[in-house]
């Protein structure tokens, strides 16, 4: 009964963590655009990272294959993350079985603190992908619709500007 209660813990934790990750990269552009217009320094620092952002994108916009490298690259690195994740993830459920199958004497508080390290890399390294997957898919998006993108970010840069202006 416990063992089944834990694996519901996991499973319920891991939902919840994944949906405020998804949750936490919806709401970060919009977060950071209300902290800088509390300031004149945040403000005119958001504007050098916005446009710094743009230029990026309309690199890719007018770059197809540079567009289409960086899709690849950041695929490899998720393939990468994914792999290290689901390998902690299999050690970490390990940890119980491999002392007993060895005839191994260990301290079972050592192998809970061992499965918990493992299984949290893992959730972690989870986490790591969806954000970097979200990441790309927001980048690849914005550089498909670079018109609405540019009329977007041309919006909120006037906006910090306006905010400077009433700040000085």
Known sequence: MIQVLNRIDWIVSLGAGLLLSIIA????????????????????????????????????????????????????????????????????????????????????????MTRVIMLGLSVGLYMRGISEGYAVLRTWRDATQFDTYSDSIEAVIKAMKTTISEKV
Do not use: C
Request: aromatic fraction near 10%; hydrophobic fraction near 50%.
């Open 25 to 112: 990269n919806l709401v970060t552009p919009y977060m950071l655009n209300w902290f800088a217009s509390r300031s004149k320094n945040r403000a005119e620092k958001r504007i050098n990272v916005l446009k710094s952002q743009a230029s990026i994108i309309s690199s890719y916009a007018q770059n197809p294959e540079k567009l289409t490298l960086y899709i690849a690259g950041t695929i490899l690195r998720l393939v990468l993350i994914l792999f290290f994740a689901s390998a902690l993830g299999i050690l970490g459920t390990m940890t119980f079985e491999v002392p007993h199958l060895l005839q191994f004497e260990v301290h079972p508080l050592s192998l809970d």
